[in-house]
């Protein structure tokens, strides 16, 4: 698994997505995921930007709805974000009185849980970076509906690990699978883990038919529990170079976009502010892809500090950021992110209402049958 870090390699792996096997193969190990949520999570290119691609190359709306709607979870998460800030990190919908434990079991660190094909994807994430979307669902279920782990501490293991790691789709999707953020818990058991992953295992603690799943006690392999305490190693604090007479663009691990304002004189700072890496701790490998990712965005200077640390910041009369929860607090005017569905925004208490919402979008942005005609 290869994660090119140049711009102009992103956009190929953008080309190269078919919607129509995606929609067929995405649950599977080997199916046709895309790779692409590590930069459209750094923002280096948008869920719009991968969309309209598509719609250029001819696919029909209805060949990429699967698609679509895939995309429209990130957009979901990012909604529901927005409108709840801090208390994202918190349940959302209800609280799981079934949690024995604030921690994480061991055997999930250490890749020993003794689920052949979970043991092996976590050795991957440790590897790539990167974890298949439905062994995330497997491996948050076992923590925390087998497991009996609160979801906060495990999500921000997997947070630390993503290139992708998004604090919106992640503290969702794990509240999703807990049930904090959904109807009911998501439970897999190994039939359903073999089918998936193409494995044959048997007589493992998830072999086990649906109903049982519920009743059944912590299996001692998932016994042993421990904290996870991360810490994010920023570059060493470097001095740089600011023409207070220009305006200031502030880029951030989730804005890297190199077409930003890209014919603008400006100065361009990617600052990575210790007190959110304290909050939000990330991998060496993370922030080597972030400062990589960077390298695209032409005159870019690295700045470790806090916003307010940016040398003439109080001396420079047009600051721009884009808009994001995580960074409400820097100063200056904030640009609209590029949303897939800028028009379905606020909070929907799912992501089926929010969907019904951006179908009714989508459908009026298709030309008319008289339109057509006339072109
Ligand atoms: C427990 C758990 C934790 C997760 N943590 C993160 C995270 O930190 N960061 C993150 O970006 N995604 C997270 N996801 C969502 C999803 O797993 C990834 O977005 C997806 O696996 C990325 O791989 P891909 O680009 O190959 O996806 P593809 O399947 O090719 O999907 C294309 C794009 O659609 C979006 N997408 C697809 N599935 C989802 C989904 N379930 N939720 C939200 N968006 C989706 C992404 O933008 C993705 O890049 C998490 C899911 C679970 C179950």
């Known amino acids: 698994m290869y994660f090119p870090v140049k711009y102009d390699e992103i956009l190929k792996r953008i080309e190269a997505v078919n919607p129509l096997r995606y929609g067929c193969t995405r649950n599977f190990i080997d199916g046709d995921v895309t790779y692409l949520s590590p930069y459209i999570s750094r923002g280096v290119i948008s869920a719009k930007q991968v969309a309209e691609v598509m719609m250029a190359k001819g696919y029909a709306l209805s060949d990429m709805t699967k698609f679509i709607q895939e995309l429209a979870w990130r957009e979901y998460f990012q909604r529901t974000w927005q409108y709840l800030q801090d208390d994202l990190l918190h349940d959302i919908r209800r609280s799981y009185t079934g949690t024995r434990h604030r921690l994480v079991p061991k055997a999930m660190l250490c890749a020993d849980t ?138 951030n691990s989730y804005n890297l976009d190199p077409l930003w304002r890209k014919d603008e004189k400006v100065n361009r700072v990617l600052l990575l502010e210790p007190w959110h890496f304290r909050q939000f701790p990330v991998s060496d490998k993370v922030i080597q892809f972030i400062l990589a990712l960077a390298q695209n965005i032409n005159d870019i200077q690295v700045f470790v500090g806090e916003v307010s640390g940016i040398s003439h910041i109080k001396d420079i009369t047009k600051i721009y950021s884009k808009e994001h929860p995580a960074f409400v607090h820097y100063p200056g005017a904030k640009d609209e992110r590029d949303w897939l569905f800028p028009e379905v925004k606020g909070h929907f208490p799912s992501f089926f209402a929010f969907w019904k919402k951006c179908e009714q979008a989508l459908k009026q942005r298709q030309p008319s049958a008289s339109e057509l005609a006339v072109a």
């Open 114 to 251: 003794g689920i052949d094909s979970i043991d092996e994807a976590i050795n991957t994430l440790y590897k790539t970076g990167y974890m298949h979307n439905h062994i995330r669902m497997y491996v948050a279920s076992i923590a925390c509906n087998i497991g009996k782990a609160y979801w906060q501490m495990p999500s921000q293991w997997m947070y630390y690990h993503l290139l992708d790691g998004d604090i919106a789709s992640n503290a969702c999707s794990w509240q999703w699978v807990a049930g904090s953020f959904s109807s009911k818990q998501y439970y897999c058991n190994q039939e359903n883990i073999n089918k998936y992953t193409y494995s044959a295992q048997r007589n493992t603690f998830l072999d086990q038919p649906y109903e049982e799943l519920p009743k059944m006690d912590i299996p001692e392999v998932l016994k042993a529990v421990t904290g996870f305490n991360a810490k994010t190693n920023l570059p060493e604090a470097n001095g740089i170079t600011i023409d207070p007479s220009l305006p200031l663009l502030i880029y």
